[in-house]
């Protein structure tokens, strides 16, 4: 079972795009979670959520009538979680499979506190994936297999003190047995020579971004 998050970020284009690149990302979800203000982007791309989550405090009233058919699960607005991560531990009881869309532009601090919420999923050992329509990160503690078609560019940043013992193939700069560490962004901007590429961790966590060419 393949369950998608709708998060409350921003996305910095029209929304033909938007609905197109939603269309081919929600094609093999068999369930969908409108985490509060995502309900919004579910009304804009023509989505009819599973569940809504979340305190409703950034969901507008007059959108929350139109999937009043639509299943709550509502939180106190004052609350240790973020909406996110509700919706994530929800998730987890259904799914080893989940994709998380919208959980990156707008504010930074709340992009990079959705990017922590991989580790909760990873921890359950499940496999979260986190995609814009330039962007497509994941967070690895063995081994992940990278699609060309998914972004050329592939940074890979340390997600604590250092990740050890890396191995890459079908990079351009290679990594064989190699560590990196926070303070050093040497795994920034590499690339996928050919239709895909390998990475292999032996101790931490990695944060995996590819990033697809900008289309004019």
């Not at 305190?55 to 709550?72: F, T």
């Not at 040497?186 to 239709?195: F, W, Y």
Request: aromatic share 6%; charged share 25%.
């Amino acid at each position: 079972m393949k369950i998608a998050i709708i998060a409350n970020g921003e996305f910095y284009e029209n929304s033909e795009k938007i609905k197109k690149f939603a269309e081919t990302a929600l094609k093999e979800a068999d369930y969908i979670i409108a985490c509060d203000g995502g309900l919004e982007h579910c009304y804009n791309m023509d989505i009819t959520p599973d569940i809504i989550i979340g305190d409703l405090d950034s969901a507008p009233a007059d959108i929350l009538a139109e999937y009043k058919d639509v299943p709550i699960l509502r939180f106190p607005t004052e609350k240790d979680e973020t909406d996110l991560e509700l919706a994530m531990d929800f998730a987890l009881k259904k799914s080893q499979d989940i994709l998380i869309l919208a959980a990156l532009g707008g504010r930074f601090d709340h992009a990079l506190g959705n990017i922590h919420v991989l580790a909760e999923a990873l921890k359950y050992g499940a496999k979260a994936v986190i995609l814009d329509i330039y962007t497509r990160i994941v967070l690895i503690d063995d081994f992940c297999e990278l699609q060309k078609s998914n972004g050329r560019m592939v940074s890979l940043l340390p997600f604590f003190s250092e990740a050890g013992r890396i191995t890459t193939t079908g990079l351009k700069y290679p990594l064989i047995d190699e560590n990196l560490r926070i303070g050093s962004v040497r795994g920034l901007s590499n690339e996928i020579l050919k239709e895909s590429a390998k990475i292999a961790i032996k101790s931490g966590l990695l944060l995996v971004v590819q990033t697809k060419e900008v289309e004019n």
